[in-house]
């Protein structure tokens, strides 16, 4: 399988029918990423990775993908995120192979596509998401209420 990747020009990797608002899905994780993308998301993970840390204490890239988390904390669809990575795509020997080494891929799901590297951009954007959603729940359960009444 690693040849045939390894060869082809373009790789689209089927994720399937649209389903469970997949649509809207596709659609947001690409303007995320790209979002994150433009707000230095891969400086953020390169420094992280340089520190031997999960993520640096500072900097504008952390800065900016920090409040890119704080606009769409509550307007993503996590249930639709959740459909999507239980597809059975995720589950399959070969994926690694797959994204990989190949040269191009773009993730299909119904009619929509995403490039790997912004799907990679928002999954990692996720990562921030997710960190500071934690500390904001760490540091008062009461900072996470406020913030939704803004």
């Avoid at 993730?107 to 490039?115: H, L, Y």
Wanted: include cysteine; charge should be negative; glycine fraction near 4%.
């Amino acid at each position: 399988m690693k040849s045939i990747y390894e060869r082809a020009s373009y790789v689209h990797v089927w994720m399937g029918l649209a389903a469970d608002n997949s649509d809207e899905l596709m659609d947001s994780m690409s303007s995320i990423g790209k979002r994150a993308l433009e707000a230095g998301i891969l400086e953020l993970i390169e420094d992280a990775l340089e520190q031997d840390k999960e993520q640096p204490e500072h900097g504008s890239s952390a800065t900016s993908v920090a409040a890119l988390a704080e606009e769409v904390v509550f307007l993503f669809q996590f249930g639709a995120y959740k459909s999507f990575l239980e597809r059975p795509w995720w589950y399959r020997i070969w994926v690694v192979q797959e994204i990989s080494v190949g040269r191009e891929v773009h993730f299909a799901c119904g009619e929509k596509r995403i490039s790997f590297d912004l799907l990679y951009s928002f999954f990692f954007f996720e990562v921030e998401l997710v960190k500071s959603l934690s500390e904001r729940l760490t540091d008062s359960p009461n900072n996470l209420d406020a913030s939704a009444t803004k």
